[in-house]
């Protein structure tokens, strides 16, 4: 069964300071990993994918198969980067469900 | 146009009532999903559904159905609602990839 781990379900940090949301899974094929983001009663967008390796508003996030972990890093946070940040976790098959942790809500200070 | 479209976006009802969330897509998309949102932000997934398979998480209550008219349409009907069905429920579709593309989702709340 595949399971995704995100340990904080509350962060903040000031503009302009860098930040990380950390995502751990649990699968045993290979995995496909995505970070959605929830701007305040928005609906969820899609932020970025493992298999692109792009950097969307200055987000990155590297697959560490090593550590089972796809971490979500901006070097210089912003106030509007402030929404709810989901790592997802897509197993093989053929209804391409995705597995979603319990999701970070991410505060940038002024 | 809106890709992924949900109706209502608000619905508030009493409990015991049956009740309809419909949702279309015009992305051609072949795949269907409904996620259910609860009051801690967490996401868990309900149906997914395609012309082939439908595909239904085992712990979702008997109360809900998805009906599918066709490709473009997968709606949620729940029956005897109850007060912990109170949730945000989120359509979202997707093609040969898990790239998702949600609708704004639908706040419903039993009273």
């Known amino acids: 069964a595949q399971r995704v781990t995100q340990p904080e379900k509350l962060l903040s940090v000031f503009k302009g300071a860098p930040v990380e949301l950390k995502c751990n899974y649990s699968?045993?094929?290979?995995?496909?990993l995505f970070w959605y983001v929830q701007y305040s009663r928005q609906r969820l967008q899609l932020l970025l994918r493992h298999i692109s390796r792009e950097s969307i508003k200055g987000f990155t996030a590297d697959l560490n198969k090593g550590e089972t972990s796809f971490h979500l890093k901006k070097p210089f946070a912003q106030e509007e980067d402030s929404a709810m940040y989901y790592c997802?976790?897509?197993?093989?098959?053929?209804?391409?469900?995705?597995?979603f942790g319990s999701g970070t809500q991410l505060t940038v200070l002024p | 146009d809106t890709a992924v479209s949900q109706t209502p976006k608000y619905l508030v009802t009493q409990m015991g009532n049956d009740k309809s969330i419909k949702c279309e897509q015009n992305l051609g998309h072949d795949t269907m999903y409904w996620y259910k949102q609860d009051s801690k932000k967490f996401l868990k997934i309900m149906f997914s559904y395609n012309n082939k398979e439908l595909i239904i998480n085992e712990t979702v209550p008997n109360r809900f159905s998805p009906k599918s008219p066709d490709k473009a349409h997968l709606n949620l009907h729940i029956n005897s609602l109850e007060l912990g069905d109170s949730a945000v429920y989120f359509c979202?579709?997707?093609?040969?990839?898990?790239?998702?593309?949600f609708g704004s989702g639908t706040r419903l709340t039993v009273v």
């Open positions: 699968y045993s094929g290979s995995p496909e």
């Open positions: 979202a579709s997707s093609q040969t990839s898990f790239g998702y593309t």
């Open positions: 997802a976790l897509g197993a093989s098959g053929s209804a391409r469900q995705l597995t």
